[in-house]
C-alpha cells in the first residue's frame, strides 16, 4: 500500500489509525514506526504527531527527550499546532527552559491563528512575571483569540468590556462577543447575557430572554443560573414567561 511504499502522508494516516485503533489494530509501537518514517523525511504533522506519541503513550513507549525533539523540529519548521504544544511541554516541565521560551512559540503559533495560543499569551500579560502587567496587551491578545473562535476569549472579552475595561469597546460589544459564545453553549456567556438582558446593560430589558438564557446556562451546569431562574420568575409577568418557553422549545427544550 501507499504508506509501505513511503508516501509521507499514508505513513502518517496509518500511525494515526493504530494510535487511535480506528480500521487497524490499536498498537502504539506501530504508530511510532509509522510516524518516524514520515517524520525522518521532513513532514511536519508527522513529526508533531510523534511528538504527541512519545509524550502522551504508556510509560513502556513514553520518551520526553524524543518528544522534545522532534516537536521542536516541527514547531521550527513553522508548524503552529507543534509551537503550541512545544511552548506546553516547557510550562508542563516536560523539558527545561528558561521562563521565557514558551512565551516565544506561543507568540508565534497565535500569530498564526492558533487560538489557544493567543488566549495563552492573553494570560500570561495578565499574571505577569516575565512580563510587566499589562491590561492593554491582555485585552488586544484576548480579542486576537477571541477572533480566532476560542470560547473562554470570547467570554473573557465580553465580561471585560461590559465592565468597561477595554478601552475602545463598551457594553455593546460586550454583548456581541456574550452572543457569540452563549449560541456555541459558553455557560458563563449564557449567564452573563442574561443578566445583562435583566440589568438592561449593553442591549434592551429583555426578561423573556434572559429567562431563555439563564435556561440554556442551567442545563450546562450553571448553577447560579439555576439559583437565579427562581427569582426572575418572581418578577416576570404571564406573558414574559410564555415568550421565555417558546424560545426554549424552538431549541427542543421543555
Known sequence: DAANQGHTRAELCMALAHSEGTGVDHDIAKAITYAERAATKGYRKAQYNLGLLYANSAENFRDYKKALRWMKKAAEAGLPEAQYALARFFQRGIAQADEYEPLVWLKK?????????SYRMAMAYEQGGFFDKNTKTVNEWLLISADQGYLEAQYEFARRCILTKVVGHDATDGIIWYRRAAGQDHARAQYGLAVCLVNGKGTER?????????????????????????????????????????MLLRDGIR
Open 109 to 117: 503559533a497565535g500569530e498564526q491563528g492558533h487560538a489557544k495560543a
Open 206 to 246: 429583555d426578561l423573556s430572554e434572559a429567562f431563555y438564557w439563564l435556561s440554556r446556562a442551567a442545563i450546562n451546569g450553571s448553577p447560579k443560573a439555576q439559583h437565579r431562574i427562581a427569582l426572575l420568575e418572581e418578577y416576570m409577568s404571564e406573558a414574559e414567561l410564555r415568550v421565555g418557553r417558546k
